[in-house]
């Protein structure tokens, strides 16, 4: 009985300690694009968006001295979430996006590199970091241009261990590479 007892009472210390990490999801792109219109009603068409990551779950990692790393995950397919933002802003900035590959012109290719926030409970100041770089490929005419963004940003938030505290936080990042795609291209 005592052995019974024991085992019962490590069970419940140890599932009571477990750490549970939600998977994060990422809003929707609203409308929030602010940059420069395109001059002339240029016609885009959005090729592709692709997600080039090779974990596409793990968009994170917490920073510490250990040798448990405790990720910070995401089941959002981000390249469907990359092109309903972009398309949205797109037309936001003064662009037709209903148009065939034949009659546009700027054919544009996106791909997602890197999606990386780091949080370390060592600071004071900004204690979470994020990163999403980003690669866009623009066809006008015969011309390609390659370009790639990184959109960084740093910001202090509670202590915390929970993807889903992020969300908030990534999506300013997601927001704020599209619209600066967005004001690249009124430029072309």
Known sequence: MKHLFFVAMALLLFSGCTYKNEALNLESYKAEYQGPLS?????????????????????????????????????????????????YALNLAGFNTNA?????????????????IVYNDKNFDANLKGEIEIEVVVRKGDEVITQNFRQKGSKWIAPSYSSKDLEPFLYTLFADSIDQIVARLTRM
């Open 39 to 87: 001059r002339d009603k240029k016609i885009v068409y959005l090729r592709t968006v692709k997600d080039l990551r090779a974990k596409k779950n793990i968009i994170g990692y917490v920073d510490q001295k250990s040798t448990n790393t405790i990720y910070f995950y995401s089941n959002e397919n981000f390249a469907e979430k990359y092109t309903e933002g972009l398309g």
């Open 100 to 116: 065939s590959t034949n009659e546009a012109n700027l054919v544009v290719e996106v791909a997602i590199k890197d999606i990386e």
